[in-house]
């Protein structure tokens, strides 16, 4: 069975430009999670979706972060504009009865 | 609200060696709760898990916890190391089934031989 796939694995970008990160959760899973991972913490959730609807977004911090799931699979989560604050790697981790969570590789982030 | 607090950043020990890691929660309601561990550049990888049956709980790779309500722990344990459980581990809990997870701040295993 294929994992969670993540896209790009590495990003580099200056503060200020946009970037995008893709997730390719487990087939058949509907529910999927995007962690933001900072240097020297636990992950902490971004925005959970349930099939193509969100379920919680509290933590998203909405001015600059939004994504999407659609048609309940693939999610895209973008920042426009990126702050340095945004250095992180980006989980992706999907959920077939909420039991267990299984988790991407991740996207490493730098802004510089 | 439910916190989770790990108990030393980092652990160093001899290869053959026990491993204990510690793990305190706060919650409201029965937790489920879980230990995850991350090898560099990787996601985090399940090892085991409490949901309210039995308090020991055992894991993948010789690991296992036990869940002590009145301590309000779920610190894993595993009776020898080996040098390939270097890694990064982070306990974490939620309230029911499906919400998200909310994460320790993570404990680095160094293994020596």
């Known amino acids: 069975e294929a994992g969670v796939a993540q896209s790009p694995r590495y990003k580099i970008i200056e503060k200020r430009q946009s970037v995008a990160f893709w997730c390719n959760p487990i087939?058949?899973?509907?529910?999927l999670y995007w962690y933001q991972q900072i240097l020297g913490q636990g992950p902490k959730l971004l925005i959970q979706?349930?099939?193509?609807?969100?379920?919680?977004d509290s933590q998203l911090p909405k001015d600059r972060f939004s994504a999407e799931r659609l048609k309940g699979v693939d999610s895209t989560l973008k920042i426009q504009p990126a702050k340095l604050e945004d250095s992180a790697v980006y989980l992706c981790?999907?959920?077939?009865?909420?039991?267990?969570?299984?988790f991407g590789p991740g996207t490493r982030l730098t802004v510089l | 609200a439910q916190s989770v607090t790990q108990l030393g950043s980092h652990v160093s020990v001899s290869e053959g060696a026990l491993v204990l890691l510690r793990c305190n929660y706060s919650?409201?309601?029965?937790?489920?709760l879980f230990w995850y561990v991350q090898y560099p550049n990787q996601g985090l990888q399940l090892l085991l898990k409490?949901?309210?049956?039995?308090?020991l709980v055992k894991g993948i790779n010789g690991f296992e916890a036990e869940f002590k309500k009145s301590e309000t722990s779920f610190h894993l344990t595993k009776p020898s190391a080996h040098m390939s459980d270097a890694a990064e581990y982070f306990c974490?809990?939620?309230?029911?089934?499906?919400?998200?997870?909310?994460f320790g701040k993570g404990t680095t295993l160094s293994v020596s031989s």
């Open positions: 981790a999907s959920s077939l009865d909420g039991n267990e969570q299984f």
């Open positions: 087939s058949g899973h509907a529910t």
């Open positions: 979706f349930q099939n193509n609807g969100v379920v919680d």
């Open positions: 919650s409201s309601v029965p937790p489920y």
């Open positions: 409490y949901t309210s049956a039995a308090t």
């Open positions: 974490a809990v939620s309230d029911q089934a499906g919400t998200a997870l909310i």
